[in-house]
C-alpha cells in the first residue's frame, strides 16, 4: 500500500480538538506535510499501514494519532470512511505529493470498479 503525509492539526485557541477547532471556519491550523522528524514521519506511515491492514481494510483509510510529550504515538482511531470535500484531510494529504482532488477521487473510483461486486470485493 502507499501511506500520505502526516498532517499537524494545530488549535488556534485552547489545547484541544474540540468541535469548535474542528468545523468553525480558521478555528485550527492544519499543516501538511507535518513539521515532524523524518523518523516520526515515517513511524506514523508504518502504525497507519499496520491499523489499516489489521483491520482488513481496502483502498484507503486515514488514521488519527496523538504524540506524547515524550515523542511516543498513540493511535486515537482509524477513520474507515475519511471526509472527502476538497477541504477534508485526506484530500490536502494527497495534494502534497501532488495527487489533485480530481486525480484522487478518480483513483479511488478506479480501485472501487475493479472489484467483481459488491459483495464480494477482495483487496
Same mark, same amino acid.
Given at each position: 500500500g502507499y501511506t500520505l503525509?502526516?498532517?499537524l492539526i494545530r488549535p488556534k485557541a485552547g489545547v484541544f480538538?474540540?468541535?469548535?477547532?474542528?468545523y468553525e471556519v480558521g478555528a485550527s491550523e492544519e499543516i501538511?506535510?507535518?513539521?515532524?522528524?523524518?523518523?516520526?514521519t515515517a513511524t506514523l506511515q508504518a502504525m497507519a499501514s499496520a491499523a489499516h491492514?489489521?483491520?482488513?481494510?481496502?483502498?484507503?483509510?486515514? /488514521?488519527d494519532f496523538m504524540v506524547g510529550q515524550?515523542?511516543?504515538?498513540?493511535?486515537?482511531?482509524?477513520?474507515?470512511l475519511p471526509g472527502? /470535500?476538497?477541504?477534508s484531510l485526506l484530500?490536502?494529504?494527497a495534494q502534497n505529493v501532488g495527487l489533485s482532488f480530481a486525480?484522487?477521487?478518480?483513483?479511488?473510483?478506479?480501485?472501487?470498479?475493479?472489484?467483481?461486486?459488491?459483495?464480494?470485493?477482495?483487496?
Open positions: 503525509p502526516p498532517i480538538f474540540d468541535y469548535t477547532s474542528k501538511c506535510p507535518a513539521p515532524v522528524s523524518a523518523e516520526l491492514q489489521a483491520l482488513g481494510l481496502c483502498d484507503y483509510s486515514r /488514521t515524550d515523542g511516543q504515538p498513540y493511535v486515537l482511531e482509524v477513520n474507515t472527502m /470535500t476538497a477541504t484530500p490536502q494529504e486525480a484522487l477521487l478518480d483513483r479511488l473510483i478506479t480501485l472501487g470498479l475493479r472489484k467483481k461486486s459488491w459483495m464480494s470485493a477482495q483487496c
